[in-house]
């Protein structure tokens, strides 16, 4: 029973834990305009399952996360598709081009291959939208679930040496 309980906090506290930490990557997602369509930042989510005696918490977001989080080194091209549509909904018109020719499919076609270009050669910062929540929230998760650790050995402890 004891064992049960013990569970069930860790699984309270990863599931506090969980909601604070998809709060504060979207909050960072906000502060480094990262919203273009919002299902980058809808798609962040958490969940917390135990199975026997280990309890695990996820962070489930798209993919692209990783790039948005670690930023993308210099070298390979990124997919031209990808930055097409990022074109598209952010509305992003070429300076170059006359006003009238600015929103044909092939204007955004040439304005997202430059920037796939752009980024082959430069790469892309890292925001640490999910570095940096982690980092910052850790610890306390660390220390709340080892007082759980540490409160459920005392009484199991005690159990036994009442039992002799």
């Given at each position: 029973?004891?064992?049960?309980?013990?569970?069930?906090?860790?699984?309270?506290?990863?599931?506090?834990?969980?909601?604070?930490?998809?709060?504060?990557?979207?909050?960072?997602?906000?502060?480094?305009?990262?919203?273009?369509?919002?299902?980058?930042?809808?798609?962040?989510?958490?969940?917390?399952?135990?199975?026997?005696?280990?309890?695990?918490m996820?962070?489930?977001?798209?993919?692209?996360?990783?790039?948005?989080?670690?930023?993308r080194?210099?070298?390979?091209?990124?997919?031209?598709?990808?930055?097409?549509?990022?074109?598209?909904?952010?509305?992003?018109?070429?300076?170059?081009?006359?006003?009238?020719?600015?929103?044909?499919?092939?204007?955004?076609?040439?304005?997202?291959?430059?920037?796939?270009?752009?980024?082959?050669?430069?790469?892309?910062?890292?925001?640490?939208?999910?570095?940096?929540?982690?980092?910052?929230?850790?610890?306390?998760?660390?220390?709340?679930?080892?007082?759980?650790?540490?409160?459920?050995?005392?009484?199991?402890?005690g159990?036994?040496?009442?039992?002799?």
């Amino acid at each position: 029973m004891a064992e049960t309980n013990t569970l069930k906090l860790i699984e309270d506290i990863l599931s506090s834990y969980g909601s604070d930490l998809v709060a504060a990557i979207r909050d960072q997602l906000k502060s480094n305009g990262k919203l273009a369509t919002g299902n980058l930042y809808n798609s962040v989510v958490y969940d917390v399952k135990i199975n026997g005696q280990i309890v695990t918490m996820s962070i489930y977001a798209l993919p692209y996360i990783q790039w948005v989080d670690q930023g993308r080194q210099p070298g390979r091209m990124p997919p031209v598709s990808a930055i097409l549509k990022w074109v598209e909904i952010r509305g992003i018109r070429s300076k170059r081009v006359p006003e009238h020719q600015q929103k044909t499919p092939e204007n955004n076609e040439k304005l997202a291959w430059a920037f796939a270009k752009s980024i082959q050669k430069k790469g892309i910062p890292a925001t640490g939208v999910v570095a940096i929540p982690w980092e910052n929230s850790k610890k306390k998760a660390y220390s709340d679930i080892s007082h759980v650790l540490a409160l459920a050995n005392h009484n199991a402890t005690g159990q036994m040496l009442e039992d002799l």
